[in-house]
């Protein structure tokens, strides 16, 4: 199952943020991502679905070289953001980070307080003149996360004291506070319940129609996705095998046998 073309749509004559061209992963031996080429459409939310171990994960964590981070892990071929090559050497991983954010399937709160896990990328990218910069950008970020009315009396508590979907929103508020343009998100409603799926949802509408970020997702929840994404791409194998809007995609034969009905 190699046709990229399945039930492709055009992309019409929005702005391209990310485009990748022959991109290949390797772990190793390990060919995990093999001829991916793909463009990212900005100010939307794009989504990747396929079964288990296909390369989703893979993939998103090549768009702020996160694998890099993995001494066996070779990317090779392009992906440009903004036309730029983030894999020039010089390139910097972690100023393309804060352009790049970037919130994992299980909340990973710093071991800091709910101020200072917010505060973070903003201090150590030097956004603030001043403390009331920082409290402002820190309230702003919270407000966007969906959680700054639940802590706001206890900014200075333990991040890793709330609960499992006030950690992955206090997740996303971090992950915002240093105004990324990309936003990749990786399950983040892994292990949620229904109310708290519920909150992902606005915090992504959010995301893309008011703040303007191109966010990207790997996603199960197919009624998650139904209501939020604008664009989705299906993986198999480590290969893009069908892309275009949700209700197209989904009817394709391809896609059913190899997402559907392994699942």
């Known amino acids: 199952m190699n046709d990229k073309n399945i039930m492709e749509s055009h992309m019409g004559t929005t702005a391209i943020k990310i485009s990748a061209r022959d991109v290949q992963v390797y772990y190793g031996d390990n060919h995990a991502i093999k001829d991916v080429s793909i463009d990212i459409e900005d100010k939307t939310v794009t989504a990747f679905i396929?079964?288990?171990?296909c390369g989703k994960s893979t993939f998103l964590r090549c768009l702020n070289r996160m694998n890099d981070?993995?001494?066996?892990?070779?990317?090779?071929?392009?992906?440009r953001i903004d036309d730029e090559d983030i894999y020039d050497r010089r390139v910097d991983p972690v100023?393309?980070?804060?352009?790049?954010?970037?919130?994992?399937?299980?909340?990973?709160?710093?071991?800091?307080s709910i101020y200072d896990n917010v505060a973070y990328g903003p201090r150590i990218h030097g956004l603030a003149q001043n403390k009331a910069d920082l409290d402002d950008?820190?309230?702003?970020?919270l407000r966007r996360g969906a959680i700054w009315n639940e802590v706001k009396d206890r900014l200075q508590s333990p991040g890793t004291g709330l609960s499992g979907g006030q950690q992955q929103r206090l997740c996303i508020a971090r992950a915002v506070a240093t105004e990324p343009e990309v936003l990749l998100m990786?399950?983040?409603?892994?292990?949620?319940?229904n109310a708290e799926i519920d909150e992902i949802d606005q915090i992504l509408r959010r995301l893309s129609k008011e703040m303007n970020i191109s966010v990207?997702?790997?996603?199960?929840?197919?009624?998650l996705l139904d209501s939020i994404a604008d664009r989705v791409m299906v993986m198999d194998a480590g290969q893009v095998i069908a892309q275009g809007e949700m209700d197209d995609v989904i009817k394709s034969p391809a896609v059913r046998a190899a997402y559907f009905e392994t699942t």
């Open 50 to 53: 396929g079964p288990s171990g």
């Open 69 to 79: 981070t993995i001494d066996i892990c070779k990317v090779t071929g392009s992906i």
């Open 95 to 112: 100023q393309l980070r804060a352009k790049v954010g970037m919130v994992f399937q299980k909340p990973n709160p710093f071991p800091k």
């Open 137 to 141: 950008i820190v309230e702003r970020a």
């Open 186 to 193: 990786d399950e983040p409603a892994a292990g949620l319940i």
């Open 216 to 223: 990207v997702i790997v996603e199960h929840r197919m009624e």
